[in-house]
């Protein structure tokens, strides 16, 4: 799977991006959150991506925080809710409002969005007010837009992917001293104490 992108931005056309990484064009999909904080054409760049694999094409999004990744995925995983609805999502909110607006149950805001009618809403809604829940604080749901994630909650977003629930990932990490240490050290010091 391709998780990071980092190279040249050769255009971007909404909600295109063209990014040449060692000579090598990849196409990207992003939303506007994402858009509103790209460089100059010419200039260099980083993207977290998540890559979709269909039977009749590969589909690469790119994102600018792991925040928006990490939204973009728990979208995805809802029935009814594909990458271009979850772009749409991502492009008319932006995450941290997602989240207050999934914890106060409003539905009428995630109307809104283009491709999202009312039992789509209730949906996201009902299936992500658990995780919603635990987005206070330094955890993915709850990070400011616009700021860089830390290594805590990139260690937690990890460990969310590999299938711990938000609130056994924040129990895992509030016992490791983080000072100083990478996402890659918390993530290993967690799973450590997840086997004992």
Known sequence: MIGRL???????????????????GYEVEAPMSTFFKLPA??????????????????LLYGFATAVEKALFRELIKISGIGPKVALA???GVSADDFWNTVRAGETGRLVKVPGIG?????????????????????????????????????????????????????????AIKQDGMTTDQIIREALKRAAR
């Open 6 to 24: 980092a190279g040249k931005l050769l255009s971007k056309q909404p909600p295109q991006l063209l990014i040449d990484v060692g000579g090598v």
């Open 41 to 58: 054409v010419g200039e260099s760049l980083v993207l977290q991506t998540h890559l979709v694999v269909r039977e009749d094409a590969q």
């Open 89 to 91: 999502v991502l492009s």
């Open 118 to 174: 009312k039992k789509t809403a209730e949906r996201i809604v009902i299936e992500l007010r658990d995780k919603a829940g635990a987005g206070s604080g330094e955890g993915l749901p709850g990070a400011q837009p616009g700021v860089a994630a830390t290594p805590l909650a990139e260690a937690r977003a990890a460990l969310e992917g590999l299938g711990y629930k938000p609130l056994e990932a924040q129990r895992l990490t509030d």
